[in-house]
Structures are given as structure tokens and as C-alpha cells.
């Protein structure tokens, strides 16, 4: 059984169907890349994903572990395991990371099985040390005035205490220069496992010569319109998105 089952999914903006009918299976221990040009719908199917109130789903499903996540709120789908890197992570101003990352650590484990603080914090500590930030980081505000770099690795340093099931990065490399993009490759790797399945959404190949995908989907206008292994990005590096478009049109 799949761990992350989407069938026919569209969603719409404002009213505007974006993605549009998106089908994609991920099983426990995969990589998939979902690759495509800039506002071809990566984001909003990753926001719809999770739930985000603005993305409305008005079409198909979308499974993990056997659990209809149409169906939950949002803090459900995070407690099921369904973590969401960001493109463009939220500010909070008022909330230590520490103290964010805690609650949202706690949340997941379930009642009864929070970690006491202490032990947390050693936790976070060596995990925070792992992926090169600065210990002063948990103290501060979550994201609050973090460079693009600094938002994107505490965005790997939610996914490696929350221990998702299914892990979706969107843009993980933007803003990230080569050492930050080496460390952040390097975590997700030593967190592959056969409990859970990875998404990696990009525009570009070059973080895919890092995290090596087991299946990489082209997304145009809101569909998986092409797949295939690896190479298919070492294509797409070679000869743009205009071919598979191309070859598209002479299709339908
Ligand atoms: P990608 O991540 O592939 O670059 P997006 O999912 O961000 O693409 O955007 C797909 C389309 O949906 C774009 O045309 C964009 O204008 C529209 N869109 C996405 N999010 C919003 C939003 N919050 N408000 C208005 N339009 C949006
Ligand atoms: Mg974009
Ligand atoms: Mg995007």
C-alpha cells in the first residue's frame, strides 16, 4: 500500500482551477521529485496538501497511510504526519523556535508522549548542530529576521524532530548557496527511510544531483505530464521545459 495516494486532485485559487486533475503515488522509502516551470501549480497542490484554507480542493483524493486527508483539519494532517517545508516560511513574532518546535514535536508524538523539556532541548540542540545553526537560533523568534538560507534549514530542522511520513520540500534550494544546499541534502538523506516518502519539489536539477530521486514527474499547467527516473532531470537541465510542452501539444 502506498503511503501518499493522490487521485484526480484539482484545486482552485480565488475561484481559478490551478491544479488540474494530478494523480501520484508515493511509497514508503521513496523520492519523487515534482519538477515544472514557475507557476505551474507546485505550491498550491503542496498547500492543498496540507490544507491550507485558501487552496480548495473541488476534485479527487488524496490518501496517507490509508487515511483520507481531505477529510482532517489541518493540525490533524500535521499529527498524521504530513510535514510541508515552505517556499516562503512564515514569520512568527512572539514564538521562540524552541518553544514552537516543542509544542509542534509534542503534537505529533501524542498525548501522554511529549518529551519533557530538557530532554527536548538536547534533542534540538545536537539537531540544530548537525545542520550548522547557530544555538542562539532557538531562542529567537521563529523565522524572525532568519536570512532565506537560515528559514530553509529550520525548515529541515522541523522535518528531522517531527519524523514525517510524508515529507514535502517545496523550493528547498532557493536561496541557498552550494554548502547550505550540501548540508541540507545530507540531512534529508541520513532521514531516508522506509517509513517515509519524500517530496521534492524544484525548479531546478541541480539539488536532484544531491537528493537523488527515485521518480521525477514533470507538472505543467496543474498535471503530471510526464515521468520517469532521474535521468528525466538530467534532460530537463539539458533541453528546458519547452520540449516536454512541445511534445505535449502534439499529443492532445
Ligand atoms: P509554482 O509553485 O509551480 O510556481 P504556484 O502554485 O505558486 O506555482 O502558482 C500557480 C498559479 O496559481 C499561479 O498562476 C499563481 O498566480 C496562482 N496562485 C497560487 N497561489 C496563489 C495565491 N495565494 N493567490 C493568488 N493566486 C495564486
Ligand atoms: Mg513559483
Ligand atoms: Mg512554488
Not at 530521486?213 to 539539458?238: F, M, N, T, Y
Request: glycine share 10%; with cysteine.
Amino acid at each position: 500500500q502506498p503511503l501518499l495516494q493522490i487521485e484526480g486532485l484539482q484545486v482552485s485559487v480565488d475561484g481559478k482551477p490551478i491544479v488540474q486533475g494530478l494523480n501520484l503515488e508515493v511509497k514508503g522509502g521513496e523520492v519523487h521529485a515534482v519538477m515544472g516551470p514557475n507557476g505551474t501549480g507546485k505550491s498550491t497542490f503542496a498547500q492543498a496538501l496540507m490544507g491550507h484554507p485558501r487552496y480548495e480542493v473541488t476534485a479527487g483524493k488524496a490518501v496517507l497511510d490509508g487515511k483520507d486527508l481531505l477529510q482532517m483539519s489541518v493540525d490533524e494532517r500535521a499529527r498524521a504526519g504530513l510535514f510541508l517545508a515552505m517556499q516562503y516560511p512564515a514569520e512568527i513574532p512572539g514564538v521562540s523556535n524552541a518553544n514552537f518546535m516543542r509544542l509542534a514535536v509534542n503534537a505529533r508524538r501524542g498525548e501522554g508522549n511529549g518529551l519533557p523539556v530538557l530532554q527536548f532541548h538536547r534533542h534540538l540542540m545536537a539537531k540544530m548542530k548537525e545542520l550548522g545553526i547557530e544555538p542562539s537560533f532557538a531562542e529567537r523568534c521563529l523565522n524572525e529576521g532568519f536570512s532565506g538560507g537560515e528559514k530553509k534549514r529550520n525548515e529541515i530542522l522541523q522535518m528531522a524532530l517531527l519524523k514525517p511520513r510524508i515529507a514535502i520540500l517545496d523550493e528547498i534550494d532557493s536561496g541557498l548557496d552550494i554548502d547550505a544546499l550540501k548540508i541540507v541534502a545530507k540531512a534529508v538523506n541520513e532521514m531516508r527511510n522506509p517509513e517515509m516518502g519524500v517530496l521534492v519539489i524544484t525548479h531546478y536539477q541541480r539539488l536532484l544531483n544531491y537528493i537523488e530521486p527515485d521518480h521525477v514527474h514533470v507538472l505543467l499547467d496543474g498535471q503530471i505530464v510526464r515521468s520517469g527516473g532521474k535521468e528525466l532531470a538530467a534532460q530537463l537541465e539539458e533541453k528546458g521545459y519547452d520540449w516536454v510542452k512541445e511534445e505535449k501539444q502534439r499529443e492532445d
